[in-house]
């Protein structure tokens, strides 16, 4: 009798771990519903202690045939839903969509996912270390030839203990690395252009492209045809065009780009497709005379009318030199800048307008070098010559021609962040054409930058009608440094954008430092 019962009570509990066998951590148990199970899986098998994030999963296996639709579903369907009511210990759950696939039924696109998907979840929880008892209503909708409405209640309970990798680690890993990155974390430039019932859009990144793919998303249009591809520059540019799409121009639009594992995405803006070279030169131009008046370029092109206020009484050659050599400052540094744009798009760099104001270390120069400038415009220091300097200044007949040359360099510095109308899309073509384009556009903007020194040169007399020098000089220097102090606390904001607000904090409190020891000394 007492081994016939040893007997039942084992048959007994295999029987019951057959019917409801145990769980590993970090692992919900599979839910069946309309062609599709589900479950809601962890990274992890427990919470550490202080841990305030979880990496989750929505793990979906399809049956044959059908699909559930990612973010954007194309012509028809409904991506999946998540609602996380009943969970404890959960805060914000934000999902994350690996690349899709590109599904064609009676001619109609659609994106999604066959076969098995894991949409990565990025979960915070509200008190850092605790248990969390997670629970979410799935809403989807399955298709194949027919669509199908689909709801499942999926749960998971995560204890307080040792975070060791669960056996869905992996597999979360893979999927949240087909999650597209950010385009320009990638080195991939994105521009698009739309005019004539046509829209393009360019890919450009520093490895080349084998078999890409776009998916782009717009509220004006919210399903698009599969695009035609080309590739050019040995892969590294990857040309994707919609014909028969009337897309009004300046729409912003988030562009997918996928090529086998590798996924980027990124917004950009569709521009009006120019009408050739001409057009965009005489945009150029006027986008560069527009410069002058922007808060970047104006307090120089003011310090510069206040310096000519001094050779009001002087030749009109005196004028005319210092004027042509600020413009030509001006032309040349835009040129330069193109030619350095072009050879870092032909090394493979990720280029834009205003590159170089994305280095921290570049931000920081110049708001300090724009906040020393003020303050010597204040009165708080000044640099004066050598002896054998003046000496030299005598004998040269072209006295103070390098400084000319500086001013018009210093402008075209400040001007390259500045996004005036038509500098944004003279420049963002540009930077999609070859090397030739490139330049010939950089030196239009360079033209239209320098255009009112070269206006002035042309008439000098009009330095003649500048009030001669006397004390509102200097109460004019106090006001041009305000605008030159305006111009450093805005490249401070920028600069705390880039790298932080404590480096920015800690280069305005130099400044700070520097400014007061000077008014003290």
């Not at 979410?136 to 309970?157: F, K, N, Q, T, W």
């Not at 640099?383 to 390098?402: D, K, N, V, Y």
């Not at 130099?510 to 400014?515: E, F």
Request: glycine share 12%; net charge positive; with cysteine.
């Amino acid at each position: 009798m007492r081994t016939r019962s040893r007997l039942a009570a084992a048959v007994l509990a295999a029987a019951t771990l057959g019917s409801a066998p145990a769980l590993a951590g970090g692992l919900g148990a599979w839910v069946r519903a309309e062609q599709a199970d589900l479950r809601l899986v962890s990274a992890t098998e427990a919470i550490g202690p202080g841990q305030e994030r979880l990496r989750l999963g929505l793990h979906v296996r399809l049956e044959t045939g059908w699909k559930i639709y990612w973010r954007s579903p194309g012509s028809a369907g409904l991506p999946p839903r998540l609602d996380w009511d009943g969970s404890a210990n959960l805060g914000q759950a934000t999902l994350r969509w690996p690349a899709p696939q590109r599904f064609e039924l009676f001619g109609l696109q659609s994106y999604g996912y066959a076969g098995e998907v894991v949409l990565p979840i990025e979960a915070r929880l509200v008190e850092p270390g605790a248990p969390a008892v997670l629970g979410a209503r799935v809403e989807y909708l399955v298709c194949r030839e027919i669509c199908i409405p689909g709801a499942a209640r999926v749960a998971l309970d995560l204890p307080a203990g040792p975070p060791t990798p669960s056996a869905a680690a992996h597999l979360i890993d893979r999927f949240a690395g087909r999650v597209p990155a950010p385009a320009a974390a990638a080195g991939v430039t994105l521009a698009a252009e739309t005019g004539t019932g046509t829209l393009v859009v360019t890919a450009r990144g520093a490895h080349p492209f084998v078999a890409p793919d776009l998916f782009v998303e717009t509220a004006a249009l919210p399903d698009l045809p599969a695009p035609r591809v080309s590739l050019a520059e040995g892969g590294r540019t990857a040309r994707f065009t919609f014909p028969d799409v009337a897309l009004p121009a300046g729409t912003r639009l988030t562009a997918t780009v996928v090529d086998g594992p590798v996924a980027i995405e990124g917004e950009t803006v569709a521009l009006a497709a120019a009408r050739g070279l001409g057009a965009v030169l005489a945009i150029a131009l006027i986008g560069g005379l527009i410069l002058n008046l922007m808060p970047c370029v104006l307090p120089v092109l003011a310090l510069k009318v206040t310096g000519l206020a001094g050779l009001a009484g002087a030749q009109p050659a005196a004028a005319r030199r210092s004027l042509l050599a600020t413009a030509a400052g001006v032309a040349l540094s835009m040129l330069a800048l193109g030619a350095a744009l072009a050879g870092l798009r032909a090394a493979g760099a990720s280029i834009g307008w205003g590159v170089q104001f994305q280095q921290p270390v570049f931000l920081a120069f110049m708001a300090a070098l724009t906040g020393l400038f003020a303050f010597n415009l204040w009165g708080l220091f000044a640099i004066g010559a050598p002896r054998w300097a003046g000496t030299l200044a005598e004998a040269a007949p072209r006295r103070g021609l390098a400084g000319d040359l500086a001013t018009g360099a210093f402008a075209t510095l400040l001007a390259t962040p500045c996004s005036a109308p038509f500098v944004g899309t003279a420049a963002a073509w540009a930077l999609t054409r070859g090397t030739g384009e490139i330049l010939a556009v950089f030196a239009a903007l360079g033209a239209g930058l320098a255009l009112p020194w070269v206006a002035l040169a042309a008439v000098p007399r009009l330095a003649a009608l500048l009030p001669r020098p006397g004390a509102w000089m200097i109460r004019l220097r106090a006001a041009m440094g305000v605008l030159l102090a305006a111009t450093s606390a805005w490249l401070m904001t920028v600069l705390a954008s880039q790298a932080g607000t404590e480096v920015a904090a800690g280069v305005a409190a130099s400044l700070v430092a520097a400014g007061a020891a000077l008014w003290l000394a």
